[in-house]
């Protein structure tokens, strides 16, 4: 017996509905709100029309990390296996070749212009995926407004290098990139106190309450970590009233540190993330040396499936 008009009607309004459950999973997951890996086969389905997400790692000349060895372990069939990382230096990237990546990745980038920061805050609010690695961002290019001060009292308006001036015409612009990480940062750590050359234990990776966020699920609780003063990290703090940083993993360094601009206190954020989604993290540690120096393949593995939705 053949079907009818109304089995007909049935179908197509069935199949409508099920159109539209996938449109808004999609946006969901684009949006970061669903992680595709919650629902089973769905990460293959997403891939499958979207293409396999496209990654840019966009660095400098120098600072913390390791962009030829980040390359090398996303790619890297056994583990990762990410089909698509470009590796591109600051001084080729434009908002246009930016629109081209689900993420973004910013290491050994130390010195970067307001106009490169100012990028990088407009790539996230047009809602694409950033991390942000230890020192990245912290020097300003040699053409830019060093300081801005009170002419009245002669101070310094602006503390953390992440936030930038620029002057105009008419105008002084001010550029808040730390209100995008959530975070002010310090220095480098073995800057403020004596590193060795060989991988010394420097304290213990305490994970956010739960474990259960996305860029640490299913680390191990209590694992050392390592470093050495050529394998660095940042340093970076809190802000006390911040409601864009959620602290992921931390530094617990079992007692008071102190370092050359005083104390740096008995733990420190080794991720973050901030913004709508989280579609922002911080790295203070570079992934790769989690791997290198830690042998934590977990974290990276964790970075590329957690920032992509999966």
């Given at each position: 017996?053949?079907?009818?008009?109304?089995?007909?009607?049935?179908?197509?309004?069935?199949?409508?509905?099920?159109?539209?459950?996938?449109?808004?999973?999609?946006?969901?997951?684009?949006?970061?709100?669903?992680?595709?890996?919650?629902?089973?086969?769905?990460?293959?389905?997403?891939?499958?029309?979207?293409?396999?997400?496209?990654?840019a790692?966009?660095?400098?000349?120098?600072?913390?990390g390791?962009?030829?060895?980040?390359?090398?372990?996303?790619?890297?069939?056994?583990?990762?296996?990410?089909?698509?990382?470009?590796?591109?230096?600051?001084?080729?990237?434009?908002?246009?070749?930016?629109?081209?990546?689900?993420?973004?990745?910013?290491?050994?980038?130390?010195?970067?212009?307001?106009?490169?920061?100012?990028?990088?805050?407009?790539?996230?609010?047009?809602?694409?995926?950033?991390?942000?690695?230890?020192?990245?961002?912290?020097?300003?290019?040699?053409?830019?407004?060093?300081?801005?001060?009170?002419?009245?009292?002669?101070?310094?308006?602006?503390?953390?290098?992440?936030?930038?001036?620029?002057?105009?015409?008419?105008?002084?612009?001010?550029?808040?990139?730390?209100?995008?990480?959530?975070?002010?940062?310090?220095?480098?750590?073995?800057?403020?106190?004596?590193?060795?050359?060989?991988?010394?234990?420097?304290?213990?990776?305490?994970?956010?309450?739960?474990?259960?966020?996305?860029?640490?699920?299913?680390?191990?609780?209590?694992?050392?970590?390592k470093?050495?003063?050529?394998?660095?990290?940042?340093?970076?703090?809190?802000?006390?009233?911040?409601?864009?940083?959620?602290?992921?993993?931390?530094?617990?360094?079992?007692?008071?540190?102190?370092?050359?601009?005083g104390?740096?206190?008995?733990?420190?954020?080794?991720?973050?993330?901030s913004?709508?989604?989280?579609?922002?993290?911080?790295?203070?540690?570079?992934?790769e040396?989690?791997?290198?120096?830690?042998?934590?393949?977990?974290?990276?593995?964790?970075?590329?499936?957690?920032?992509?939705?999966?």
């Amino acid at each position: 017996m053949g079907l009818n008009m109304d089995n007909y009607d049935m179908v197509f309004k069935g199949l409508g509905i099920i159109v539209l459950i996938l449109v808004i999973l999609f946006i969901a997951t684009w949006g970061g709100i669903v992680k595709c890996g919650s629902i089973p086969y769905f990460c293959d389905v997403y891939d499958y029309v979207l293409g396999s997400p496209r990654i840019a790692i966009i660095h400098g000349d120098e600072g913390l990390g390791n962009p030829e060895k980040l390359r090398e372990v996303l790619l890297s069939p056994d583990q990762i296996n990410a089909k698509a990382v470009d590796l591109m230096h600051i001084d080729r990237v434009s908002a246009g070749n930016l629109k081209n990546y689900r993420l973004v990745i910013v290491e050994k980038a130390r010195v970067l212009s307001f106009d490169h920061l100012q990028m990088f805050k407009e790539f996230v609010e047009k809602g694409g995926r950033l991390i942000w690695i230890g020192d990245a961002g912290v020097d300003k290019s040699s053409d830019e407004l060093q300081d801005l001060t009170d002419m009245n009292s002669l101070k310094t308006l602006a503390t953390n290098p992440w936030v930038r001036f620029k002057e105009t015409e008419t105008e002084y612009l001010q550029l808040n990139f730390d209100e995008v990480l959530g975070l002010k940062y310090v220095g480098n750590y073995c800057d403020e106190v004596i590193c060795t050359s060989a991988p010394f234990t420097v304290g213990v990776l305490k994970t956010e309450p739960t474990g259960n966020h996305p860029l640490i699920f299913g680390l191990s609780a209590a694992l050392n970590l390592k470093i050495s003063n050529d394998k660095d990290f940042a340093v970076v703090k809190q802000f006390p009233n911040s409601s864009n940083s959620n602290i992921v993993l931390t530094l617990d360094f079992k007692g008071n540190i102190n370092g050359k601009s005083g104390s740096l206190g008995k733990s420190l954020p080794l991720i973050a993330t901030s913004g709508t989604g989280e579609r922002v993290a911080y790295y203070a540690y570079p992934p790769e040396y989690f791997i290198e120096d830690n042998n934590y393949w977990n974290v990276v593995k964790r970075m590329y499936y957690g920032m992509l939705g999966k």
